[in-house]
């Protein structure tokens, strides 16, 4: 059996293994079977996707066992990047979910929550092997099924079953697109091949439809502006891990999605597809910092810049749409590649973060900001892992955050080579927006690290918080590794996602060279960037402070003293800078968009208005899609529903007389048709 076949065979195999295992074995040895199963799937996934991809293979794997159900995979050198992704973070979660999900024990059910993660696992590996309608749409539908009922794993805590009832609307109206979508590509035969896809001409005005439906179908997953109502519910309610899986990878499968279809079976398409793209992908990046500026809740806050990422990754996806339709492949190349490269590391870096607010969710049992703090010194290597994570997805260098917004930066700079100036000037203004979003970033970590790990903890749970056990340890320790290696490495990397886009839709190979020098050499722009550079010079830096330092002959001694506190002797937790102070800033700079609601009591002494007795205040921001655009359409929905609920009169005559209509009906319908 070649490699590629054993490997195939160990990762369809360990994570049904996996699920039985969660079924049939209670207690510790349940876990740990569970979390092997998913571990061993994760890895056999990733060194899949890595054969394949160094190889250049791409084996038909069949199913025999299955022969009346039209399922059929393939590897290609696209679904060998996300098997490496879902590989990555995977294996991940598997470590942590061991130690993360004993918490659980007695409380829910860790049967159920063990076999849906294996569950979930095995959809995401096939649901990239996938080589035709059919089998696409059944793993899609299985995932989003899974994902589903594990996000109501704590189903009896507040706002969990809303937000579950949310993620399952908006992920099947995507679903009734997607359906669509393939019939149009497959004329109806859902067993039909991509590769028949692929041959197939289509006509200007079908294959428009058919983009526009992908992109609603893979948006709504991806959670891009404005179907991303979802998300921000579904991921703070979810068990930790299960967040840090849904938001590394489940939501990267609308970015597949779009990419399977819109480069690789319609093999690109108008300028105008590409346009659409780079604007929901800008609003998506602007909007999902903004409102993750206003957050408290450290995991709604995550969810936030989920969106915001997706955003920066579907920028660079339509940045490199528009350069296809003009012809200028090796500018397309370039921007599709730091979308997959900011795609990968995304799931790496906000991978970390959500596993890293769930430690500190298990050890002070609360996500509120506002009651932390001082979480440093209880918690000193989950507040690193944390640290490490925020600076990556501030992009910070050399951290791997940098290295894939450098590469869209590069690509949206290329953009005076598009001969038609009036679709240019969209290029220096993605610029600008992508600018101003990575600015805001980093403000918005500088907030959550703070607030969260530094000064005084500003509740008992936070005072007496304790460490994250070592196998959540180790889920954290093997994501920091991936945001170091990926952003000191790009030389390496780069080539290896321009290989993934061989022979889709007329891509250049590579866009990016490596040579001895090492710095990376963007062929029609004129950046340069060499991270392995850019570290030694930061190190170097560090070391020059305490040269200079100890040239000067400072004092050596360590001392150690309290922050002035203004005079006063005793400092407490209410003297802190809070969430709120922080972001008051920014909030009053864009209160157009925010339009706070603002209530303030004040209670006054009985016996005299001149004494107050105490002052309540209360600020709230609602985003504004959830108040003008979803309000309504629920409001028009119940309409609806009203309307429609009156047809049913409880009268046996009445639905006679709606059935002889509806014969009626047909039967004129069928005398037209002849």
């Avoid at 199963?37 to 890895?43: D, H, I, T």
């Avoid at 995932?143 to 908006?170: C, F, I, K, N, Q």
């Avoid at 795609?343 to 596993?355: P, R, V, W, Y």
């Avoid at 407490?572 to 609601?597: C, G, K, N, V």
């Amino acid at each position: 059996m070649a490699p590629e076949q054993l490997l195939v065979a160990v990762t369809l195999s360990a994570y049904p293994a996996g699920a039985l295992a969660a079924l049939g074995v209670r207690g510790a040895a349940g876990r740990g079977l569970v979390a092997g199963c998913a571990f061993l799937g994760a890895v056999a996934g990733l060194l899949l996707g890595a054969v394949c991809l160094g190889a250049g293979l791409a084996p038909t794997v069949t199913a025999p066992f299955l022969p009346l159900t039209g399922v059929a995979l393939r590897i290609d050198g696209l679904s060998a990047f996300f098997l490496i992704l879902i590989g990555v973070v995977g294996a991940a979660v598997a470590l942590y979910g061991f130690g993360y999900s004993a918490a659980y024990q007695g409380r829910y059910s860790l049967r159920r929550l063990g076999a849906l993660l294996n569950v979930l696992l095995l959809s995401l590996t096939v649901q990239v092997m996938a080589d035709n309608a059919l089998t696409f749409l059944m793993t899609w539908e299985t995932m989003s099924l899974a994902a589903y009922l594990l996000v109501l794993t704590e189903h009896d805590r507040p706002g969990t079953v809303r937000a579950a009832t949310w993620y399952l609307a908006v992920t099947h109206a995507g679903f009734a697109a997607l359906v669509a979508m393939f019939f149009l590509l497959s004329a109806g035969e859902l067993t039909t091949s991509f590769a028949a896809m692929r041959s197939v001409s289509l006509a200007p005005l079908v294959r428009d439809a058919a983009f526009v439906l992908a992109l609603v179908g893979f948006g709504a997953k991806a959670g891009v502006v404005p179907v991303h109502v979802w998300l921000p519910m579904a991921h703070p309610v979810a068990p930790s891990h299960v967040s840090a899986l849904m938001s590394g990878v489940v939501i990267k499968m609308g970015v597949y999605g779009l990419l399977r279809v819109t480069i690789d079976l319609l093999g690109g398409g108008p300028p105008w597809w590409g346009g659409l793209v780079l604007g929901v992908g800008t609003v998506s990046a602007l909007l999902g910092v903004l409102y993750a500026l206003m957050e408290h809740d450290l995991k709604r806050l995550l969810a936030f810049h989920s969106v915001e990422n997706i955003g920066i990754i579907f920028i660079g996806i339509g940045a490199g749409l528009m350069f296809q339709s003009y012809g200028l492949t090796t500018l397309a190349t370039l921007g599709i590649v730091g979308g997959l490269y900011h795609t990968i590391n995304h799931a790496c870096f906000k991978g970390l973060l959500f596993l890293g607010a769930g430690s500190v969710l298990h050890a002070t049992g609360t996500r509120n900001m506002e009651e932390l703090g001082g979480l440093i010194r209880r918690m000193p290597r989950t507040a690193f892992f944390f640290l490490v994570g925020a600076c990556a997805i501030s992009a910070l260098p050399p951290l791997n955050g940098f290295a894939s917004e450098w590469l869209v930066f590069q690509a949206l700079l290329g953009g005076s080579a598009i001969p038609q100036p009036e679709v240019a000037v969209i290029m220096p203004i993605a610029v600008a927006m992508l600018a101003l979003t990575s600015g805001l970033a980093a403000a918005c970590f500088v907030k959550a690290f703070g607030i969260t790990f530094l000064a005084i903890p500003r509740s008992p749970e936070a005072a007496h918080a304790h460490e994250a056990p070592p196998s959540m340890q180790v889920g954290m320790v093997s994501l920091v590794l991936m945001c170091v290696g990926l952003g000191l490495a790009p030389f390496a990397v780069v080539p290896l996602l321009g290989s993934s886009l061989a022979g889709l839709g007329g891509l250049a190979p590579t866009a990016v060279t490596f040579t001895l020098a090492l710095p990376l050499r963007v062929p029609g722009t004129f950046g340069q960037m060499s991270a392995p550079l850019l570290a030694l010079g930061l190190a170097l830096l560090l070391a020059l402070v305490p040269l200079a330092l100890w040239l000067l002959g400072a004092n050596r001694r360590l001392r150690v003293g309290d922050t002035w506190g203004c005079g006063r002797i005793g400092q407490t937790a209410r003297m802190e800078y809070t969430a709120t102070a922080f972001a008051e800033p920014l909030r009053r700079i864009f209160a157009e968009l925010y339009r706070p609601s603002q209530d303030l009591s004040i209670d006054f002494h009985p016996a005299s208005k001149y004494f107050v007795q105490s002052i309540e205040y209360r600020s709230e921001i609602h985003p504004w899609f959830e108040r003008v655009l979803y309000a309504r359409l629920l409001q028009g929905l119940r309409s609806a529903a009203t309307g429609v609920r009156r047809l049913q009169g409880g009268s046996v005559h009445l639905y006679l007389v709606y059935m002889t209509l509806a014969l009626l009906v047909l039967l004129t319908a069928a005398r037209w048709g002849r």
